[in-house]
């Protein structure tokens, strides 16, 4: 046989290992828990209003340049980065003197799900699972994107990190978020974008982790470099497309 039909025959069959290792076995789990910004819904929408819509209007409150403002803005952001401050709208409300939570009603033409998220969601309910979002978002934000999406409607309860008390990526969010849902961490299954979190919830011992490496419709995908990482949702329905 040729290299080349060699090397076909390699790619192909190295491609289907690939999805095999994606599918979960649906059967030996119970609890599906979702990450929403840059999982189910798309990401694109937060990166424009932190890095660049926000900036704009804190720039022309503070007579500042574009750059200046955004900068301000980030070092502002990191100070409280892994902290409920973090994702807190009304915080930031105080924070940049901005209504940040009417600025989401405002820009909720934004917001969306990534593609073949609600077909996911649909095939989960199918299979009859217990799906729970579980999210840092702050619960005046997770309100404008549920009422924007019916997000609330494809699942049986959203978790917001306040309810918790951490932010997921903290190791103290996993054993409080069990008592708050009530889950089998061997039988859970959790999908999020941002690989701490991920990391947090292995150390807590969730057996089914997956990495979402495409969170924007604006980016390309990045890969996770600890975990199984999914640009889309048809690896996850037992290697069939979306319908």
């Known amino acids: 046989?040729?290299?080349?039909?060699?090397?076909?025959?390699?790619?192909?069959?190295?491609?289907?290992?690939?999805?095999?290792?994606?599918?979960?076995?649906?059967?030996?789990?119970?609890d599906v828990l979702l990450d929403m910004d840059g999982t189910l819904l798309d990401r694109h929408f937060d990166n424009f209003f932190f890095e660049e819509e926000l900036p704009?209007?804190?720039?022309?409150?503070?007579?500042l340049s574009f750059e200046e403002s955004r900068d301000r803005l980030m070092v502002m952001y990191r100070s409280v980065e892994g902290e409920l401050a973090w994702t807190d709208l009304h915080y930031?409300?105080?924070?940049?003197?901005?209504?940040?939570?009417?600025m989401h009603k405002e820009l909720d033409h934004m917001i969306g799900f990534l593609p073949g998220a609600?077909?996911?969601?649909?095939?989960?309910?199918?299979?009859?699972?217990?799906?729970t979002i579980v999210t840092n978002a702050h619960e005046s934000g997770v309100?404008?994107?549920?009422?924007?999406?019916?997000?609330?409607?494809?699942?049986?309860?959203?978790?917001d990190a306040f309810e918790v008390g951490f932010l997921k990526m903290?190791?103290?969010?996993?054993?409080?978020?069990?008592?708050?849902?009530?889950?089998?961490?061997?039988?859970s299954f959790y999908m999020d974008d941002d690989e701490s979190c991920l990391v947090a919830a292995r150390q807590f011992g969730?057996?089914?982790?997956?990495?979402?490496?495409?969170?924007?419709?604006?980016?390309?995908?990045?890969?996770?470099?600890?975990?199984v990482s999914v640009s889309g949702f048809s690896p996850l329905l037992n290697g069939r497309p979306l319908p």
Do not use: N
Not at 143 to 159: F, P, Q, W
Not at 206 to 227: D, E, G, N, Y
């Open 143 to 159: 309100a404008v994107k549920a009422a924007k999406t019916g997000l609330d409607r494809h699942v049986d309860r959203i978790v």
């Open 1 to 30: 046989m040729a290299l080349t039909s060699l090397y076909t025959l390699f790619m192909i069959a190295d491609h289907a290992s690939s999805i095999a290792h994606h599918v979960p076995d649906w059967s030996r789990i119970d």
């Open 92 to 102: 930031w409300t105080e924070r940049v003197g901005i209504d940040v939570v009417a």
């Open 56 to 63: 704009r209007r804190y720039a022309k409150l503070h007579q």
């Open 170 to 187: 903290r190791p103290e969010y996993w054993p409080s978020c069990q008592r708050l849902i009530g889950f089998d961490p061997q039988r």
């Open 206 to 227: 969730i057996a089914h982790l997956v990495h979402s490496a495409k969170s924007s419709s604006q980016l390309p995908s990045v890969r996770a470099t600890q975990f």
């Open 118 to 131: 609600e077909e996911f969601l649909r095939y989960l309910q199918r299979l009859g699972k217990r799906v």
